[in-house]
């Protein structure tokens, strides 16, 4: 992210867009101005930015030269990203994001302070999926203004559809998985693939190419890279989102288990455990009441079931194949070098 001053760049292009939005916003009514507060808190208080970055090396790499309204182009992603995330913590009831209330929690703050008509907890859900739906708007917005020509523009459409349309499918995905109780490993990758492996690394990459006009070998490296990476990164998240900390991670620690998210960790240690370590997964997993105590028995049964090991083994694979494929074509070399930068902090990280 530091190289070619991304991140600052980035963050420049979200935050002169998001100006222009608020002048919008707040010509309409003066009621707006917290939905231009907190969008720009959530859009510009946080966030890794890997998006952007696999859409900007991905461009480098296939010989694209450097410029602004590529940036541009390619921060409207933080937009689909915000997007996810705001309806994702509704789904879940999720309290916190990056250490800060949930989007859904700030309203509801917001009607408890002013005093308003009407429940609370209503106005917040509300809230949020319309500011999740309008950073969704947004995303389409910035990406066509960036400056970009229309024959570039149109090359990417289809890449930057297919992208919300998966993410939105795999978060059905994600909830049904939930309630159908299906704890196998074959739709807890499904999962993974179509929630945040396909958005978060092969669609960013297939953005860049098509900002760059590719050729056919690159755009099928980048998917053969993409799709292992970016479920590599999902199965870093989901060990996270049991064994991370809250003060590294934003969010209290275990919340996936007492969402009861049916993840790769999760299924395979169904897989492995005997009859009383499965009966006590199914009794804590999601239980929103799960205390500490609860939270580190489901722990030990994931690890002493060698779910932990396993997945840190399928994620270590998946990273290799994902190199392998990338080094299997031409790229420049500068480009190349930063998606291998990017790939290990994707599947290294602490957060």
């Known amino acids: 992210m530091d190289q070619a001053g991304l991140r600052t760049r980035v963050d420049s292009a979200l935050a002169a867009f998001l100006a222009r939005r608020r002048e919008q916003l707040t010509t309409i009514d003066e009621a707006l101005v917290p939905i231009a507060d907190a969008i720009e808190k959530f859009v510009l208080g946080g966030g890794k930015r890997l998006r952007p970055a696999f859409a900007y090396w991905g461009y480098r790499a296939a010989g694209g030269v450097d410029r602004d309204e590529v940036v541009a182009g390619a921060a409207a992603l933080e937009f689909v990203q915000a997007s996810a995330l705001m309806h994702d913590d509704v789904m879940d009831a999720s309290d916190t994001r990056r250490g800060e209330p949930a989007v859904h929690r700030r309203f509801e703050s917001l009607h408890r302070r002013s005093k308003w008509l009407g429940e609370p907890t209503g106005f917040g859900t509300a809230s949020a999926i319309l500011l999740g739906d309008l950073c969704l708007v947004w995303s389409d917005q910035l990406l066509h203004t960036s400056g970009l020509d229309p024959q570039t523009l149109a090359r990417a459409r289809g890449v930057f559809d297919d992208m919300r349309t998966e993410v939105t499918v795999g978060q059905y995905l ?3 998985t939930q309630v159908a109780g299906d704890t196998s490993l074959q739709r807890a990758g499904l999962v993974a693939r179509y929630k945040s492996a396909k958005y978060t690394v092969e669609r960013p990459l297939l953005l860049g190419a098509a900002f760059a006009d590719a050729p056919a070998e690159i755009i099928r490296a980048y998917s053969a890279f993409g799709l292992p990476l970016g479920e590599a990164f999902q199965l870093r998240d989901d060990v996270l989102g049991v064994f991370g900390h809250s003060a590294v991670t934003g969010k209290p620690a275990g919340d ?3 969402e009861g998210k049916r993840t790769y960790l999760v299924a395979a240690a169904f897989e492995a455990a005997d009859e009383q370590q499965a009966r006590q997964l199914r009794e804590g997993l999601g239980d ?23 997945t840190e083994e399928r994620i270590a694979e998946l990273t290799r194949s994902a190199l392998a494929a990338l080094d299997a074509v031409s790229l420049q070399p500068e480009g190349a070098e930063a998606l291998r930068q990017l790939a290990a902090a994707a599947t290294h990280r602490l957060t």
């Open 256 to 258: 996936d288990l007492r």
């Open 288 to 310: 929103p009441h799960l205390d500490e105590a609860g939270i580190r028995r489901l722990r030990d049964i994931i690890t002493a079931t060698g779910a932990l090991d396993r």
């Open 174 to 176: 994600d909830i049904h």
